[in-house]
């Protein structure tokens, strides 16, 4: 989890030392565009530009979690990938096999959940999304769901009441944060990268007892 976090330092360090055409092209290539998504499929509004290719339109969708507006949201996600990841690492490793790919997996599977409902709230346009929120707060599902012992279900009453928490908490950031903390947030990503990151952590946890 410490070479996770420190990719999505580095990659921010990469960003902001790289000339601004640079810049712009890292932004075009991995920030997700839902209008250009949408126009990819031929669904986008008018006059958005589709992606070259489908394969321009789905990196995206995880490239994404590799960009940040700002040292303070970097560092910020780093660090939460550290704190979360690393129970969930010790938690999906089993004797001397290491937990780091499903780890990983889990935090991919996260990022491309926030990714998606993110999409599917901006049809047919709306604002990009960049940053690694959607993965850090998948993990943070995973650790609720460890936190609760071997019984922990996505289904479970428990979980269910910290997600509604978590949901209320990242709809009042989305209402009041432009004002207060002077940037906005994507809830969608915040909520689709728990929900995803819960499911993914799961189903590995499953595959673990049963080997």
């Known amino acids: 989890m410490a070479g996770l976090a420190g990719l999505i330092v580095l990659a921010h360090a990469v960003r902001v030392v790289s000339p601004i055409s640079w810049q712009g092209t890292m932004l075009s290539l991995a920030s997700l565009q839902p209008d250009r998504f949408w126009a990819t499929l031929g669904l986008g509004a008018p006059g958005a530009v589709p992606y070259d290719t489908p394969v321009g339109a789905l990196m995206p969708l995880l490239m994404d979690a590799f960009l940040h507006d700002g040292w303070g949201a970097a560092i910020l996600n780093a660090a939460l990938v550290v704190i979360f990841g690393r129970l969930v690492h010790a938690s999906l490793s089993i004797g001397r096999k290491s937990g780091a790919i499903p ?26 999304l960049i940053g690694a929120s959607g993965g850090a707060s998948g993990l943070f599902a995973a650790w609720v769901l460890i936190q609760e012992g071997r019984g922990g279900q996505v289904l ?7 997600f509604l928490f978590f949901a209320a908490i990242n709809l009042a950031l989305w ?18 990268g728990f929900l995803a990151g819960a499911v993914a952590f799961q189903i590995y946890r499953a595959r673990r007892r049963i080997s």
């Open 103 to 128: 780890l990983l997996i889990v935090f991919s599977a996260s990022v491309v959940g926030g990714s998606l409902l993110h999409l599917v709230t901006q049809y047919p346009a709306g604002s990009a």
């Open 156 to 162: 479970s009453k428990r979980f269910a009441t910290v």
């Open 175 to 192: 209402l009041v944060g432009p004002s207060i903390i002077g940037a906005r947030i994507s809830w969608q990503a915040h909520l689709g």
